[in-house]
């Protein structure tokens, strides 16, 4: 299905930004604002969706929890935690729902438990419910047994059981229920999975305000280490709680985002998987986190890196990919599921991702940047850490000047990248800085000229004197974002003539009301069909320029019209519409670690 969506086909979805995201650092859901859960996968992010009516209104799957008479709705997070509360107002009262997941100990890895708690706080309001499963993606069919109090959901691959305080009806395959609530009344759903491991448990009423209780806690006691208290504390620390969200704890891995195939643009075919873990992403994760003060994650994803990448020399992008799969898995295959119609038919939607064989020279400089960060702040690399740093610095000296796919994935062939040179270069410098500081082994006498040359290359290649700008890759005159990374990695200083006209190109030219495209897709043609919004962590990108340019009024007015474009509660997917429509998977790793930054330097910068 391609073209516009229909006006009858967008009806059947909410937008994007109309949810808040739960989870338990093993997956998440999304709750929309009409108190649907229409994505979720179990029991680990990139496993296949139990509800996927984001993707498929009829086919998807879906557990519909809401008040049964017209009611107005709004959803806010319960203060400094990730659990979700969805109100209903009615003319006869006022409920909510409270929607999370309980975080389990390591020794409980194989639990699964979403808890929905419906409260009536004022009045009578009646509720009703529909918990429609559609394991697989929707090609996996199920069986159900109604229980003493509870449903048995049965497919191939995964069991779920749902408990419930109030009676359940089966109709068929879908579990629907009617109750009224007056005021003080609460209603408890649970949906588990199940092994031979965990049989199926209730969940009353004390022990919904049990894991209630120690949900909140466990949030709160992970947000107290943020040393933030800048001017945007309560926007940097949900960022930080959403980032917290997208981490895998079993492994340490961070997911890009929690979704797959939601649309860069409506009804065209920009729609990736992006429940992988990136190096990049990943790397940027664990420098807004030190930033912040959260030295675990850091820890964590440096030994996703050590126990779970298994580094080649020989594979296709070098010693690393540039995403791995949560449990560290290199193959990703792409591949499509026609049976969906996608999000407001904008199909295909697709699992796996093709784009991991990819060479992308740009991670090995974000990650020897984050390793060097963690190296300062948190604490010294191990030597076997040490000597990884340094065959990944040798690598990346023998292949610098290759052409490659770059930073945004393009799929139109391998060009020298300018954004590619410049994080080799701060993979080089990165390892040059922790070797002087330790006093560590190193091959300096190799290291140094290589880095001295890139920067030359880049200062001579990537400049072009036509647009008075550092261009997107040698021999073109396109502009793109990624070279805004320029001061912010202390490669050209942000006062720099030549840095301030590239500047002022890229605002000219790429830049509307504080919203940055990436690129112009028909100036430097990317394979692929279609437009694309403007994407947010370059706008975070441009606030930070700005900043280190010393342009602050500039900087502080673009940054709060940024805010302006998040979701109710704090959230941002990856692109922003013309209309400022959210678009892309959601939330989006990339766009939180990036405001973080910029409101942690700006607000530095402003005193």
Same mark, same amino acid.
């Given at each position: 299905m391609?073209?516009?969506?229909?006006?009858?086909?967008?009806?059947?979805?909410?937008p994007?930004?109309?949810?808040?995201?739960?989870?338990?650092?093993?997956? $998440?859901?999304?709750?929309?604002?009409?108190?649907?859960? *229409?994505?979720?996968?179990?029991?680990?992010? /990139?496993?296949? %969706?139990?509800?996927?009516?984001?993707?498929?209104?009829?086919?998807?799957?879906?557990?519909?929890?809401?008040?049964?008479?017209?009611?107005?709705?709004?959803?806010?997070?319960?203060?400094?935690?990730?659990?979700?509360?969805?109100? !209903?107002?009615?003319?006869?009262?006022?409920?909510?729902?409270?929607?999370?997941?309980? &975080?389990?100990?390591?020794?409980?890895?194989?639990? #699964?438990?979403?808890?929905?708690?419906? &409260?009536? &706080?004022?009045?009578t309001?009646?509720?009703?419910?529909r918990?429609?499963?559609?394991?697989?993606?929707g090609?996996?069919?199920?069986?159900?047994?109604?229980?003493?109090? $509870?449903?048995?959901f049965?497919?191939?691959a995964?069991?779920?059981?749902?408990?419930?305080?109030?009676?359940?009806?089966?109709?068929?395959?879908?579990?629907?229920?009617?109750?009224?609530?007056?005021?003080?009344?609460?209603?408890? !759903?649970?949906?588990?999975?199940?092994?031979?491991?965990?049989?199926?448990?209730?969940?009353?009423?004390?022990?919904?305000e049990?894991?209630?209780?120690?949900?909140?806690a466990?949030?709160?006691?992970?947000?107290?280490?943020?040393?933030y208290?800048?001017?945007?504390?309560?926007?940097? #620390?949900r960022?930080?709680?959403?980032l917290?969200?997208?981490?895998?704890?079993?492994?340490?891995?961070?997911?890009?985002?929690p979704?797959?195939?939601?649309?860069e643009?409506?009804?065209?075919?920009?729609?990736?998987?992006?429940?992988?873990?990136?190096?990049?992403d %990943?790397?940027?994760a664990?420098?807004?986190?030190?930033?912040?003060?959260?030295?675990?994650?850091?820890?964590?994803?440096?030994? !996703?890196?050590?126990?779970?990448?298994?580094?080649? *020399?020989?594979?296709?992008?070098?010693?690393?990919?540039?995403?791995?799969?949560?449990?560290?898995?290199?193959?990703?295959?792409?591949?499509?599921?026609?049976?969906?119609?996608?999000?407001?038919?904008?199909?295909?939607?697709?699992?796996?991702?093709?784009?991991?064989?990819?060479?992308?020279?740009?991670?090995?400089? $974000?990650?020897?940047?984050?390793?060097?960060?963690?190296?300062?702040?948190?604490?010294?690399?191990?030597?076997?850490?040490?000597r990884?740093?340094?065959?990944?610095? /040798?690598?990346?000296c023998?292949?610098?000047d290759?052409?490659?796919?770059?930073?945004?994935?393009?799929?139109g062939?391998?060009?020298?990248?300018?954004?590619s040179?410049?994080?080799?270069?701060?993979?080089?410098?990165?390892?040059?800085?922790?070797?002087?500081?330790?006093s560590?082994?190193?091959?300096?006498?190799?290291?140094?000229?290589?880095?001295d040359?890139?920067?030359?290359?880049?200062?001579?290649?990537?400049?072009?004197?036509?647009?008075?700008?550092?261009?997107? #890759?040698?021999?073109?005159?396109?502009?793109?974002?990624a070279?805004?990374?320029?001061?912010?990695?202390?490669? &050209?200083?942000?006062?720099?003539?030549?840095?301030?006209?590239?500047?002022?190109?890229?605002?000219?030219?790429?830049? %509307?009301?504080?919203?940055?495209?990436?690129y112009?897709?028909?100036?430097?043609?990317?394979?692929?069909?279609?437009?694309?919004?403007?994407?947010?962590?370059c706008?975070?990108?441009?606030?930070?320029?700005?900043?280190?340019?010393?342009?602050?009024?500039?900087?502080?007015?673009?940054?709060?019209k940024?805010?302006?474009?998040?979701?109710?509660?704090?959230?941002?997917?990856?692109?922003?519409?013309?209309?400022?429509?959210?678009?892309g998977?959601f939330?989006?790793?990339?766009? #939180?670690?990036?405001?973080?930054?910029?409101?942690?330097?700006?607000?530095?910068?402003?005193?």
């Amino acid at each position: 299905m391609s073209g516009a969506p229909t006006q009858q086909t967008s009806a059947r979805y909410l937008p994007i930004a109309e949810h808040g995201l739960i989870g338990d650092l093993r997956t $998440a859901a999304l709750v929309g604002t009409d108190g649907t859960i *229409d994505w979720y996968c179990c029991p680990s992010f /990139d496993s296949p %969706s139990v509800f996927a009516a984001i993707l498929d209104a009829d086919l998807g799957g879906a557990f519909e929890l809401s008040a049964a008479v017209p009611a107005g709705t709004k959803q806010f997070y319960f203060p400094d935690t990730n659990v979700l509360i969805t109100r !209903f107002f009615t003319e006869d009262g006022l409920g909510e729902i409270q929607d999370f997941m309980p &975080v389990t100990h390591a020794d409980e890895s194989d639990r #699964h438990r979403l808890i929905r708690r419906v &409260v009536c &706080v004022r009045g009578t309001i009646p509720f009703r419910a529909r918990v429609a499963p559609r394991f697989g993606y929707g090609t996996q069919p199920h069986t159900l047994r109604i229980l003493e109090g $509870a449903a048995l959901f049965a497919s191939e691959a995964l069991s779920l059981t749902l408990t419930a305080t109030v009676p359940l009806e089966s109709d068929g395959k879908d579990v629907r229920t009617e109750f009224t609530l007056s005021q003080g009344d609460t209603a408890v !759903f649970a949906l588990d999975r199940v092994t031979d491991e965990t049989p199926p448990r209730g969940c009353p009423h004390a022990e919904a305000e049990r894991e209630f209780t120690a949900t909140v806690a466990f949030w709160r006691r992970w947000l107290q280490q943020s040393r933030y208290r800048g001017r945007w504390r309560e926007m940097v #620390h949900r960022s930080a709680l959403t980032l917290k969200l997208l981490t895998y704890a079993p492994t340490g891995a961070i997911v890009a985002a929690p979704t797959t195939s939601l649309p860069e643009q409506l009804g065209g075919g920009r729609n990736w998987d992006y429940r992988y873990t990136w190096i990049r992403d %990943s790397a940027f994760a664990v420098y807004a986190l030190l930033r912040l003060g959260f030295a675990e994650e850091a820890e964590a994803f440096i030994g !996703f890196l050590t126990q779970h990448i298994d580094r080649r *020399d020989d594979g296709p992008s070098g010693p690393l990919q540039i995403m791995y799969g949560i449990d560290g898995r290199a193959e990703l295959p792409e591949h499509e599921l026609p049976h969906l119609e996608g999000y407001r038919g904008s199909a295909p939607v697709r699992v796996g991702n093709g784009a991991a064989t990819q060479l992308q020279l740009d991670i090995y400089g $974000a990650l020897i940047d984050s390793v060097y960060l963690y190296d300062k702040w948190c604490r010294p690399l191990s030597s076997g850490h040490w000597r990884a740093v340094c065959a990944l610095v /040798d690598w990346v000296c023998e292949h610098w000047d290759q052409p490659d796919e770059g930073v945004w994935e393009t799929r139109g062939g391998r060009k020298k990248f300018l954004y590619s040179r410049l994080m080799c270069w701060v993979a080089i410098e990165r390892a040059i800085r922790m070797a002087l500081r330790r006093s560590l082994p190193a091959e300096l006498g190799r290291w140094g000229p290589v880095r001295d040359r890139i920067y030359w290359q880049i200062m001579d290649k990537g400049w072009s004197p036509t647009r008075q700008a550092f261009v997107q #890759h040698e021999g073109g005159d396109v502009l793109d974002a990624a070279v805004l990374m320029m001061p912010l990695t202390k490669f &050209v200083s942000p006062t720099d003539p030549v840095w301030l006209s590239t500047l002022d190109a890229l605002g000219n030219e790429l830049v %509307s009301d504080s919203l940055v495209w990436r690129y112009d897709p028909e100036a430097s043609p990317d394979g692929l069909e279609g437009d694309e919004g403007t994407f947010s962590i370059c706008s975070f990108w441009y606030v930070e320029a700005l900043t280190r340019a010393g342009r602050l009024d500039e900087a502080r007015l673009a940054f709060e019209k940024m805010l302006t474009y998040a979701n109710h509660v704090g959230l941002y997917a990856e692109e922003i519409s013309h209309t400022g429509e959210q678009l892309g998977n959601f939330p989006q790793a990339f766009t #939180h670690l990036a405001l973080i930054s910029a409101a942690f330097n700006l607000d530095r910068a402003l005193g």
